[in-house]
């Protein structure tokens, strides 16, 4: 049987570790330097996408996502904002529906769309990812990346459970190069902190509160609940805490 969870947008105002104020930050880069079409590339619940058509009103926005629960409330969300019409939102896959050219970009956390299946536990995709990002964009435009990196050397108990690879991931340092690598130059770094971690982390981590406050813990699927928040607070706070970080690099093609 499945349990049905409380959604994380009901906690969480971005699904990465994201607060508010770098927000703000990372999208007036986007907005300074874009111009026609941006595209949010695994868009989500469309929370960036939508400041930054707010932030810039004279923008267009294009959020693509396979997720038709995120896509559903994105489309509340957008259609509440007085910048919901300059932005369209597409459920679907996002390398069949790309634009072959937009004048900026979004990707968060978004890089395994362009590697192997999650299933296989390949090193996540970066130099792809990127590369698919610039053949999209014209020299000068503004892509904003964001993805998942090693903040300290991985440790056995850090990577049992995500996909128990050393190499899953690479450093910032490793990320940068990559970026130059793939025609990009670097205009601003930043990476997530302690508390934009254990914020995003709480939100998830909440489901499994909000699903026991309404059932009880003698509810038939109560030990299922237990067992499943045990072993996401042990994946974090025993594990991954502190060394899974994740960053974002402000970027413009070149």
């Not at 990707?107 to 053949?135: F, H, K, N, T």
Request: net charge negative; proline share 5%.
């Amino acid at each position: 049987m499945t349990i049905d969870f409380s959604a994380p947008h009901q906690r969480l105002r971005f699904n990465t570790p994201l607060s508010e104020a770098r927000a703000q930050q990372l999208l007036a880069f986007v907005a300074q330097r874009a111009t026609g079409t941006v595209v949010d590339v695994g868009c989500g619940w469309a929370g960036l996408l939508l400041r930054l058509i707010e932030l810039k009103p004279t923008l267009r926005g294009l959020g693509i996502d396979l997720s038709a629960e995120a896509i559903a409330h994105a489309k509340t969300l957008v259609a509440a904002s007085s910048a919901g019409a300059q932005i369209d939102l597409l459920c679907g896959d996002v390398k069949a529906n790309l634009p072959a050219e937009v004048q900026g970009a979004i990707c968060i956390g978004a890089s395994q769309i362009w590697g192997s299946p999650v299933e296989e536990r390949q090193p996540l995709a970066y130099a792809a990812a990127l590369a698919a990002l610039r053949e999209r964009v014209k020299p000068g435009a503004p892509v904003l990346y964001g993805e998942a990196i090693w903040s300290r050397p991985p440790t056995a108990a850090a990577v049992a459970p995500l996909s128990g690879r050393l190499d899953e991931f690479v450093s910032l340092p490793d990320l940068v190069d990559l970026a130059w690598q793939q025609g990009f130059a670097l205009v601003q770094a930043h990476e997530a902190n302690q508390d934009e971690w254990d914020e995003f982390e709480s939100g998830h981590q909440a489901k499994y509160a909000d699903w026991l406050a309404e059932h009880g813990v003698d509810h038939p699927d109560a030990a299922q609940v237990l067992s499943r928040a045990q072993g996401q607070r042990a994946a974090y706070f025993r594990g991954y805490r502190g060394i899974l970080g994740m960053a974002y690099l402000c970027l413009v093609a070149v």
